[in-house]
């Protein structure tokens, strides 16, 4: 039974790992891979993950292939596991109707509005002249979001007038996140903590994963600009089961249950962007997909298999299994590109020297250029270490880093601190 990957990030290459460790998983193959998966999977670099034609044809000659894991979330929302689908082939992840959860931030609030599920105060605007009024008697800070997909880059947090009316003609008139932006969401700024609670979920039964943190600024101290993740740790201090019991009757559950009435069963990774305000939690977004880099500290700290768990999803009998977690910690430094998140050069030698036995090197922006490992993106490794608690992890993942080296190299010193 072999199982085919879409992705090839650091999310994909920790889906990999847990995936080999299944004894049903047979061959891995991954579409398109990076250095780091093709360790553990037959990558296929010719295909890109919006090729879908190419991906089902690949499907159909490989008659081994049991399962596609659909990981990112253009696919995703572009209806990789319908396509695949209707083709007869058994995909894991949500089909573009219940994808857009995540695809479209307005359709996110409309649900979350209708079904009493807790989330910051907003307005939406289609047309400019009226966004541009509001943005101008309103209170600061304040939060604009562009509705589409928009690389993690479409939220801009506005500390006053000068800078919310940029932001609002940035996305509405010169189009910096092309149609993304024909839509806006201005939502309230909410303070508080930020967890990050993935749920594995076929419809009937929602399954919450251990919880993670992820720190989203480029540079220490929470200061430079906004990063797809730059490091992550779990568990959360914060999230204690109390309020873990909160969330599963007042967000996990409710949601589920919205989208099934809604006719948009979903089905795969639901994931729940909070912020633990002194209010309770409420969701700031929902991901149709495992996050990345939470995946890469949560998935080593799960004891149930993983392809199990994904048949599972797909039969929708999910109420069948047992999902069992480590009791350890968890932590992911992401090492970046000098210049991430914006420009950077590409194809710098990766030297790494010997490293203990249990750190995990989960690659995302990698490849090899003649036999050489080299940069191949703004994220380029996420050094990984367990540990009895998240300083041990934290202690382990550092002193690793110390035999890590390219060019331009950066990380976060403080991932796991602030907890
Ligand atoms: P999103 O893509 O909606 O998760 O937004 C990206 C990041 O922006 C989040 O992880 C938060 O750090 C921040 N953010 C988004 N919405 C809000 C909000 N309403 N209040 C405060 N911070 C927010
Ligand atoms: N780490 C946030 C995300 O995957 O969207």
């Not at 939220?155 to 509405?172: H, K, L, S, T, Y």
């Not at 806006?184 to 994963?209: A, N, R």
């Not at 992401?334 to 914006?342: D, K, N, R, T």
Request: with cysteine; aromatic share 8%.
């Amino acid at each position: 039974m072999s199982v085919l990957v879409i992705g090839g990030g650091g999310r994909e290459h920790a889906i990999c790992v847990a995936l080999a460790k299944s004894p049903k998983t047979g061959k891995l193959y991954c579409i398109p891979g990076n250095a780091g998966i093709s360790q553990v999977a037959e990558c296929v670099p010719s295909i890109g993950v919006m090729e879908f034609e190419k991906i089902a044809q690949f499907v159909a000659a490989h008659k081994d292939i049991t399962m596609t894991v659909v990981a990112p979330d253009d696919p995703l929302a572009a209806g990789l596991v319908d396509y695949l689908e209707e083709r007869g082939f058994r995909a894991f992840g949500p089909k573009a109707n219940a994808a857009i959860i995540e695809g479209s931030k307005a359709f996110s609030k409309h649900l979350m509005t209708k079904y009493g599920i807790p989330t910051a105060e907003y307005r939406e605007f289609t047309d400019y002249g009226e966004a541009a009024e509001y943005v101008k008697n309103a209170e600061y800070p304040l939060v604009v979001k562009a509705d589409g997909l928009a690389l993690g880059k479409g939220v801009i947090i506005c500390q006053n007038v000068q800078e919310g009316e940029e932001a609002v003609r940035e996305m509405m008139v010169d189009k910096k996140f092309k149609d993304a932006g024909n839509k806006i969401i201005v939502e309230e700024f909410l303070v508080g903590k930020e967890v990050s609670v993935l749920c594995f979920t076929d419809g009937q039964t929602i399954v919450p994963m251990v919880s993670s943190q992820d720190h989203k600024r480029a540079h220490d101290n929470d200061e430079g600009l906004n990063t797809g993740g730059m490091g992550t740790f779990s568990p959360s201090k914060v999230y204690t089961p109390q309020l873990a019991d909160e969330v599963y009757r007042d967000i996990i559950l409710p949601t589920m249950n919205a989208m099934n009435s809604e006719g948009r069963p979903f089905k795969g990774v639901l994931y729940f962007g909070l912020m633990i305000t002194k209010k309770g939690a409420k969701v700031l977004e929902y991901n149709a997909r495992f996050g990345d880099p939470e995946t890469q500290v949560v998935l080593p700290r799960l004891k149930t298999d993983l392809y199990e768990i994904f048949d599972a999803i797909i039969d929708t009998r999910l109420s069948d299994i047992d999902i069992q977690w480590t009791d350890d910690a968890c932590v992911c430094v992401i090492l970046a590109s000098g210049g991430y998140p914006e420009s950077y050069k590409k194809g710098v030698p990766i030297t790494i020297g010997k490293l203990p036995k249990d750190i995990v090197l989960y690659h995302a922006g990698t490849a090899f250029k003649d036999g050489q490992l080299v940069t191949s993106g703004g994220r380029v490794i996420g050094v990984t270490a367990k540990g009895k608690d998240i300083e041990e992890a934290r202690k382990k993942a550092y002193d690793a880093i110390k035999n890590i080296h390219f060019d331009g190299m950066f990380y976060r010193h403080d991932i796991g601190i602030k907890l």
